[in-house]
């Protein structure tokens, strides 16, 4: 068996999403390589054109373009001509609309799917632009949280994201 180094930050970051994902480190390695390529063919194949997304919730799908590097425009359904500049906040739109008694914190990321016509999900984030970091703490000073970033409705509203609610 063939041997990488890494450093400890990433050798701890893979054992957690094995962990978490249920498998060994070798298989999120090896998805984490899937996951790239696909993603570098599909911005090699759209290049700059628009990419057509999709979202369901609350059973109604809304289709949708996103235009690199973030901006998602709203084509169909009540939410239709309405342009944002970011995939989040599409997304909070979204749910806003079909569901205003709830929080509305959602990643647009993976909110969003790929309308590739061939039936598999693939989320937005897949082709996401790469992100430039300057290193540990590049957000320092620059993060502003909501005033409810901890309270229990929104911790709620997560753990129901995430299937964990009781």
């Known amino acids: 068996m063939a041997t990488i180094e890494v ?24 998805r984490l390589i899937a996951a790239s390529t696909v993603a570098s063919e599909e911005r090699t194949r759209t290049g700059n054109q628009d990419v057509s997304v999709y979202a369901d919730y609350e059973g109604h799908r809304v289709h949708a373009r996103f235009v690199e590097p973030a ?52 989320s937005l984030q897949s082709i996401r632009p790469g992100t430039v970091r300057s290193g540990r703490g590049s957000l320092q000073g620059r993060l502003v949280a909501a005033d409810d970033w901890d309270s229990p409705e929104v911790n709620e509203s997560i753990a129901d994201d995430f299937g964990m609610t009781q």
């Open 7 to 30: 450093d400890e930050d990433t050798k701890q970051a893979v054992a957690f999403a094995a962990h978490m994902a249920n498998l060994s480190e070798n298989a999120i390695i090896r």
């Open 71 to 122: 901006r998602v425009e709203i084509i169909d359904g009540p939410l239709a001509g309405q342009s944002f500049k970011t995939p989040t906040g599409a997304a909070r739109a979204v749910v806003r609309h079909y569901n205003p008694g709830i929080n509305d914190n959602r990643n647009g990321w993976t909110f969003w799917q790929l309308d590739t016509g061939s039936g598999a999900r693939r």
